[in-house]
């Protein structure tokens, strides 16, 4: 009996069905939220990072596209207003509720604004590991992104109390870097320390 041609198909459409697991969040919730902030400003394709063009990908010129060899002023300038203001107005807006934030940092990015950095450790935020660069990875060999230190796989890493997200080792040597860089002391997480459920066949962190 022949199977069927959809048999071996990679991707998983059905997920849990009608019966999904019960992830028993802390204190019986019902809805579980994760404020993020993406903090990429200063690691964007620029000709001042060595990068062959201008950033194109994330931008709100309508039809942006890379200028070969050239810098973009309107492009830079938008990344730049997040830095120097979007920033520090979400910032106001999380601490001033003490509410938990994690940061998806660009490693590039929080180097070159210790100022931001220095707000996000006096806040307490967790900084997740973002890579190194803002650019398009996609046709990056493992090691090409391991030699820059690049976040590999999802997973939650504790060192000094606070989540990187990264497992690989260039990319833990990466966080040890920021941290001894931006020292700052050793605190405990009030967030429970994420475990695995299983459920059938697939295996996700709780």
């Not at 938990?100 to 180097?111: E, Q, R």
């Not at 307490?124 to 660069?133: N, R, V, Y």
Request: positive net charge.
């Amino acid at each position: 009996m022949s199977s069927s041609p959809f048999s071996k198909y990679p991707r998983d459409l059905a997920g849990y069905g009608r019966n999904p697991p019960d992830p028993r969040w802390p204190g019986g919730a019902r809805v579980a939220v994760q404020f993020v902030v993406n903090f990429e400003e200063g690691a964007e394709n620029s000709i001042l990072h060595g990068d062959q063009a201008s950033e194109s990908f994330l931008t709100e010129v309508i039809g942006t596209t890379p200028w070969p060899g050239q810098r973009h002023m309107n492009v830079e300038s938008m990344y730049e207003y997040g830095s120097r203001a979007g920033f520090w107005r979400l910032w106001r807006i999380f601490t001033a509720r003490k509410l938990a934030v994690t940061v998806f940092g660009v490693a590039n990015a929080l180097a070159r604004n210790p100022l931001a950095v220095a707000g996000m450790r006096e806040a307490g935020w967790d900084i997740a590991s973002h890579g190194l660069k803002w650019i398009d990875y996609k046709d990056f060999s493992y090691a090409d992104e391991a030699a820059q230190g690049l976040v590999m796989k999802a997973a939650w890493l504790y060192d000094k109390g606070r989540s990187c997200g990264a497992e690989a080792n260039a990319a833990r040597a990466l966080y040890a870097l920021l941290c001894e860089r931006y020292p700052v002391a050793p605190k405990k997480s009030s967030a429970p320390r994420p475990q695995r459920i299983r459920a059938g066949r697939r295996s996700n962190l709780q």
